[in-house]
């Protein structure tokens, strides 16, 4: 039985559109019940349509996002000014628009000397998320990117047990194939955790990787998640 869900879109902006309508319906029933929604952002391309689509159509809903609290799945070690920053993307195109609250907004602090910023992630994390029967924190959403060598959030292949079986919520990574090479990255533990983990595939070249992470014996990093838990995939991976 397989451990995912795709949903297939023609184009990104397509994509884009459906995710932030279903990511504010998320919102609004949290709203609804009056729960906190918690939720964990990606960078990446289509996250930048992502964000664009959901600014558009919470305007036009009239969605309120007081209740939600905001988390990221990884970091680089930069600045919040740098422009290869996750929280500046989501700051500039999501945030700022929508008049967001500064104290919803838990960012990783890539400035930081890495155990601190590790440290700080996993206290605020723990501090405002609710606890399973384990005591670690989960979160309502967890929205992943997936890159060409089939890697989510920090999470990369070849990984080491240090990093496959980290128990923690957040981890440091201190040797990224990508630069730069030191980055702060949810665990699999956490994102196993998550009450939905949705993944935004989207780009020309992942159709190889998308089929083999789609396989019964998958073996990359989103591969290793769709194992650990069930993952809605919204893709435009052409002729897939």
């Known amino acids: 039985m397989q451990n995912f869900e795709l949903l297939s879109f023609a184009s990104a902006d397509e994509l884009a559109r459906a995710a932030a309508s279903a990511w504010l319906d998320e919102i609004e029933a949290a709203n609804r019940a009056g729960k906190l929604h ?3 952002l990606s960078g990446g391309r289509i996250t930048q349509k992502f964000f664009n689509e959901t600014v558009a159509q919470a305007k ?5 996002f007081a209740n939600v609290h905001f988390f990221w799945a990884d970091e680089r070690c930069l600045p ?12 500039e195109l999501l945030f700022m628009p929508l008049n967001i609250a500064a104290e919803k907004i838990h960012r990783l602090r890539g400035e930081d000397p890495l155990q601190s910023a590790v440290k700080a992630a996993e206290a605020e994390l723990c501090r405002i998320a609710p606890q399973n029967i384990n005591s670690r924190p989960v979160l309502d959403l967890v929205l992943l990117g997936m890159g060409e060598d089939g890697h989510v959030a920090s999470l990369f ?6 990093i496959l079986n980290c128990a923690a919520p957040y981890l440091a990574v ?3 194939p990508k630069p730069p090479p030191t980055r702060i ?11 939905q983990v949705w993944a935004l595939v989207s780009g020309v070249g992942k ?6 992470t789609l396989k019964p014996d998958g073996r990359t990093p989103l591969a290793r998640v769709i194992c650990l838990r069930p993952v809605k995939i919204f893709s435009d991976v052409a002729q897939f």
Do not use: H, W
Not at 60 to 64: F, I, L, P, T, Y
Not at 80 to 91: G, L
Not at 185 to 195: C, E, K, P
């Open 185 to 195: 990255s949810l665990s699999y533990q956490t994102i196993a955790d998550a009450r």
């Open 38 to 40: 918690c939720v964990a």
């Open 157 to 162: 292949p070849n990984a080491g047990p240090e």
């Open 207 to 212: 159709a190889d990787v998308l089929r083999e």
């Open 60 to 64: 036009v809903r009239s969605a309120s």
């Open 80 to 91: 919040p000014t740098d422009p290869e920053s996750n929280f500046k993307i989501a700051n």
């Open 174 to 176: 201190g040797n990224s």
